[in-house]
């Protein structure tokens, strides 16, 4: 592929990956299996353990930590170049960690915060919170998005890889 073929490629992985990501969101909730298996179906990826496990990330893992869009995003990741059995070493351990920083800096420069209760200002503990939250289109239409711009950003950093 030339230059432009190989551009063309990527920005049409990206959009339909966060456009996916983004209607799995709007459609389902749980950002971090709607982000998981936006890229499992493109990529040819299923593995329904690994989607099962991605289910209790979202939310901030249930708690307003990490945001689970980006940890679905660093477990992509982690399918493209995390190293496949304990013997490969640190080596091939340390490069997925390399692109994980990336996501992480890109995410972060983008929000402000890689928090999930700094983003959505909810409590998830609190059911209250949560009803209100759920109940709010504009503030689960901003989730919807950060699911799909961080598919993007997801798409950007794999696409980069081959």
Do not use: W
């Amino acid at each position: 592929m030339n230059g432009d073929k190989v551009v063309r490629f990527k920005e049409a992985f990206k959009k339909q990956v966060g456009e996916r990501a983004y209607l799995y969101e709007v459609n389902f909730h749980g950002c971090s299996q709607c982000l998981l298996l936006a890229f499992q179906e493109i990529l040819g990826l299923e593995n329904e353990l690994l989607f099962k496990a991605a289910g209790p990330l979202c939310a901030g893992m249930g708690a307003g930590l990490t945001c689970g869009a980006l940890t679905a995003g660093i477990m992509v990741i982690g399918t493209k170049i995390g190293r496949a059995n304990i013997e490969e070493g640190n080596q091939v351990l340390l490069k997925g960690l390399e692109h994980t920083q990336k996501l992480v800096k890109v995410f972060k420069d983008k929000y402000g915060t890689t928090s999930c209760h700094e983003l959505t200002k909810v409590d998830f503990s609190d059911e209250k919170q949560v009803n209100n939250f759920l109940n709010s289109p504009e503030k689960i239409e901003e989730c919807c998005k950060r699911v799909g711009e961080t598919a993007e950003m997801v798409a950007e950093i794999i696409a980069g890889l081959s």
